[in-house]
């Protein structure tokens, strides 16, 4: 979404109901996220998902997991 790039605030700041407003919009509109990757992670992608018979979706999802797990994983509270 181009306006979020454009404003000083995201675009759910400017919106009656904030954040709720606009996933409702999202889910009834059915808009499904496009991730931008470069040319050469797009093209290592289609490779791996080729390789591993894996659709590029389910790849995807694995990672975007893996990277979350690893995230809350260092900001635990250290012993």
Known sequence: MSYDRLGKREVH??????????HEWIKAHRVEPEPRLAAAQTHALTKLSEQTGHEVDEL??????????????GSAPKR
């Open 13 to 22: 700041h400017h919106l009656t109901g904030g954040a709720g407003a606009l």
């Open 60 to 73: 995807l999802r694995e990672a975007v997991n893996l990277l979350l797990d690893k995230r809350r994983a």
